[in-house]
């Protein structure tokens, strides 16, 4: 069964600081990819996805993520983070034919102003 | 466009009684939806997979009979929690997935949740 893998667990950051949160994943076929951000206290919100063409996805609130087919990997970027990106951060992946998405287990940042 | 509703935003139960959950796609359709729950710091654990007419597809280890999904229709479906008792307590999500051919096909699209204490 595929997995998705966030290695950080949390993430300290102080403004204006570049950020990249690493994603992993084990599944050798086509798949589809996803950022998701939980704001405290609020639903998880998309924020950027990858299903094909150009690797280097942009998304909502300068965000950008690139997908690394070698290396099984979908990392989210931003080069200078703001006080109000503090939130969980979820990697997600559908496999194939699959309709379901498996998560990875998130990575808490906290951006100290 | 894309919201995706859940009622009620929290509940309060005693043990032994039923709660059920609703959850509402407001501005497309959604042949499938799919329900989570979420335990504190952690991430998003699939229950089941909700079918628009036909059966929901549970998750190996989740109770198919104590957490009863109906998907009526193309925009609602409920998750009964029957006979809840306090490890039920949970934050429980849905999601409903955008249908295919547009731009958002395959995403899906998260409710707000729905805080269960049974006590």
């Known amino acids: ?113 | 466009g894309a919201v995706v509703s859940q009622h009620p935003s929290w509940v309060i139960c005693k043990s032994g009684t039923s709660v059920k959950i609703e959850c509402r796609s407001l501005d497309f359709q959604a042949t499938t939806m799919f329900w989570y729950r979420q335990f504190p710091k952690q991430s998003l654990m699939l229950m089941a997979t909700s079918n628009e007419g036909s059966k929901a597809t549970y998750e190996q280890g989740v109770e198919k009979d104590k957490f009863l999904i109906n998907h009526a229709s193309l925009t609602l479906s409920t998750l009964t929690v029957t006979s809840a008792h306090p490890e039920d307590s949970s934050f429980y999500i849905c999601s409903a997935r955008a249908p295919s051919g547009g731009t958002n096909t395959d995403t899906q699209y998260f409710g707000p949740g729905t805080r269960l204490t049974v006590l």
């Open chain 1, 1 to 113: 069964a595929q997995s998705v893998s966030q290695h950080n667990h949390h993430v300290i950051l102080s403004e204006a600081a570049s950020l990249e949160l690493g994603c992993n994943y084990s599944y050798g076929g086509t798949v589809n990819l996803f950022w998701y951000v939980q704001y405290p206290g609020q639903h998880l919100q998309l924020l950027l996805k990858y299903f094909s063409g150009d690797p280097l996805v942009k998304g909502i609130k300068g965000f950008e993520a690139e997908f690394i087919k070698s290396k099984f990997s979908f990392n989210l970027r931003k080069p200078s983070v703001q006080w109000s990106d503090t939130a969980e951060y979820f990697c997600a992946v559908k496999a194939g034919s699959a309709r379901q998405l498996t998560f990875g287990s998130g990575t808490q940042l906290t951006v100290l102003p």
